[in-house]
Each structure stands twice: as structure tokens, then as C-alpha cells.
């Protein structure tokens, strides 16, 4: 499994380089659900954070919402100390925010976790916002845009805001989740995967099964997916 | 079958008006294979020059290559000829112009053939050139471009050039595939439809499949997909 590891590792640091994601003093603030995905983003840039070319610094935050208990905080937080990341848990009432007689739904939940992220950062002098979404979550939103909103879009890389001096960065945008899945086992945090207590997510995992099927299994196939978004030719498109 | 019929002349209708393809006094030049496609839109443009808001005149070419013999053009020139629309014949000899030692290629086909139908239009005065892409057509050319190139484009309904003044129109681009089987089918001209004489098209009909099963049959699937194309959303794309 070592394999694993370093796969994961250069993958990131391919993704760090090409799309700029940190610069020297940066303050990033990388946000941990619990599940593999952000856990491992966590453990690769502890590492990071010992020889990148530039300093940076580093804190996770953990959202807690006023639902959700299977995330496992406390091995979390050991986690986190064991790899010298600073750690703090915020809690904001998903549910408890909203309006009589509303749903929850995706777009309420994780607007509600972002804001109060940015609120965060903005308080405390964070610049960057690491998110864990690898490779599969935005080819996967891409498809699902195109689907079921009749629009061309994903998810970027890298970020930027107009109104908060703050850019949201993903470092494992070039990471498939298969491969962070053995970096996960390898380092012994398979388990603590969390998933959305209301089953909402169930649209994203068919069209998960979807994609596995349209691409036949092929990385390469995926990735050129992926590559794609990078390579907008908007003369054969209108 | 009345209504395939309706229901194609009036996807083009809404084609013809969306994308504005047809102005007062265009000379327009439908290429007709032979297939069902390119004859079903000759066949639907002849009715529609007769209360079209606007006059237009109507030429069919067919471009005969030196390996193409299937596609029945004495039926085709009969039908037209019913339908009381001129009709011209060029050859290209497409496997003639090769240069040594080069195979044969989707590419170098239809540029061939995509050339000689500029180079004619231009030579005979005619402004617009018709062809038969359906909404199918499209998706699939989408998907392969993003699937093989790593690139997000498509076909537009309307290609103007800064060369000629010519512009490429896809009147069908609204039509599905199953749609104009049905009005061929109404028509009687179902059994005409031509295939690569090199059976170089698999891949596409591997995609055709694939979209398939990604879209579950669904139409409207289908058609947001189509719809993407015209709604890119370059802030989440890069």
C-alpha cells in the first residue's frame, strides 16, 4: 500500500503546482468532514506543510451540523493532533435554520456549511479553503449539471470570490477516489466514511454507477472527462 | 404515423425559427446522402418553401463518392424530383485524393466532402448549406468530444465562416433519431439509409448505446444535454 500513498501524495502536489492552490504565507483552512476524502486531504498536507518550496499554514475545521453524529469527531481530532494540525468543531444548525415547513435539501445544507466556513476564515485570517472533492465528485457534477440542469458546468480547482479576499482550493481535483480509497486503508482511516443522514445523495451514486458504465471503467477516459473543462471550444458549442 | 410527420416538420419549424436559419431570398443547398436523414429534411424543406414566411430557393447536392454505391441515388433522384426540388450530383473521389500510404479516416472523409460542398456552393451562388444532423447526432459528437478529445464541444446548429459567405445550417438539430425513423418510415423511404462502407463509425454507435444507458431512454435527459451546449457556464468550468 505504499504505492498508495505516494500515488495520492503526487497527485496533489501535481494539482498544488498547476493550478497555483498555495502561495508563500498562505493560511489555509482545510475543511474535514470526517469521511476519507477530506481526512486524507488533511493527512497529505500535514506532510506537505514539512518541505513544500513555500510556508503555509495549516488548521482544519470540522462543520458539525445539528444531524449528523456518525462522523466519528473524537478519533478525528486524534487523527488531526497525531498529525499536528490544529483542529477546531463548529456548530451550526442545518435543520435548525430552516424556514417552517422547508425541506432539507442538498443546496440548503451545503450552502449553510460554506458560509459558515467563509465566515471562519474571514474572522480569522484564512485565505484559502481546501475542500476535499476529488476528480469522481466533479466529473460527477459535470454529468449531473449537464443531466438534470441542461448546463455546462463543474466544479474549478481553484475558486476565487469577488466579495471576500478568500479562494476556495482542491487539491485532490486529480485524484480519483478509488485511489483515495487505498490511501485511506493504507493509513487506517477506511472506516470513518460519512454519508448524508437524509439519503439525498442518492441521485449522485446512480449517476456515479452511470458514469463507471459510460467510461467502461477507464481512467483514461474519465480523465480526458475531466480535461475537458479545461478545454472549452465554445466555436462548436451554442 | 400522421403524427411523426407532424412532429418532425414542426421541430424543424422551431429550429428554423430559434436559431433564425432562414432569411428572405437564401439560396439554400440541402446535401443529401441518400440516408434517411438528409432526405427526410429535403422532403420537409420542399413543403415548407411552399408558406414559409419568407422565400427561399432549394437545391439538393449529393456528394458520390468512389466508394459509395449503396445509397440508391436513382430512388433518391426520383423522390426529389417528386418533390420538385433540383438535384445535382458531384463526384469526389474521397479515396482517390489519399496520398500514398494513408489510410482512410473519418476526418479525411468528410473534409473531402465538406470541401466540395463550399467549393459548389460558393461556384453556384447558394448562401446557406443544409445538413441532416439530428439532436442524437449532436449529443453523441458531444460526448465522443469529451470522452476522446478531452474537449468540451459539440456541433452548433448554425457554423457561419470567415472565409465564405456561406453559412452551415442543422435544421434537424431538434429532432431525435427515433423521430425521423418514424417519419421516414410514414414517408416510405425507411429502407435508404446508407452506413460507412468502411465501417469506420463503430465508436459512434458504441456512444449512441452508452448515451442510452446514461440518459435511461429519457428524451428529456437527452435534450437538457443538448441544451447544455448552449448554456455554458464558464465560472464553474476550468
Known amino acids: 500500500m505504499k504505492n498508495a500513498e505516494t ?10 503546482r498547476r493550478y497555483e492552490m498555495i502561495a508563500s504565507g498562505d493560511r489555509v483552512l482545510v475543511a474535514v468532514s470526517g469521511g476519507k476524502d477530506s481526512t486524507a486531504l488533511a493527512c497529505d498536507l500535514a506532510g506537505k506543510r514539512k518541505w513544500w518550496p513555500v510556508p503555509f499554514e495549516l488548521r482544519a475545521i470540522h462543520i458539525a451540523t445539528d444531524f449528523c453524529s456518525c462522523c466519528k469527531k473524537s478519533s478525528l481530532r486524534e487523527k488531526l493532533e497525531s498529525w499536528e494540525i490544529d483542529y477546531v468543531s463548529v456548530d451550526v444548525p442545518v435543520i435548525g435554520r430552516l424556514k417552517p415547513g422547508k425541506k432539507m435539501n442538498c443546496w440548503w445544507c451545503s450552502t449553510q456549511r460554506r458560509s459558515e466556513l467563509i465566515r471562519y476564515a474571514l474572522a480569522e485570517g484564512f485565505n484559502k479553503i481546501a475542500l476535499g472533492h476529488h476528480l469522481d465528485d466533479i466529473v460527477e457534477t459535470l454529468l449531473m449539471n449537464m443531466m438534470y440542469k441542461g448546463e455546462l458546468s463543474g466544479m474549478k480547482p481553484v475558486v476565487s470570490y469577488d466579495k471576500y479576499p478568500i479562494k476556495i482550493i482542491r487539491p485532490m481535483a ?18 470513518a466514511a460519512c454519508t448524508c443522514a437524509f439519503g439525498l445523495d442518492s441521485k449522485r451514486r446512480e449517476v456515479r454507477r452511470k458514469i463507471q458504465d459510460l467510461t467502461e471503467g477507464s481512467s483514461l477516459v474519465k ?14 458549442l451554442g
Open 7 to 16: 500515488t495520492v501524495a503526487k497527485l496533489i502536489e501535481v494539482a498544488l
Open 174 to 191: 486529480l485524484c480519483e477516489e478509488r485511489q483515495i480509497i487505498d490511501f485511506a486503508a493504507a493509513k487506517g482511516f477506511r472506516s
Open 223 to 236: 480523465r480526458r472527462i475531466f480535461e475537458s473543462m479545461r478545454n472549452v471550444n465554445l466555436e462548436y
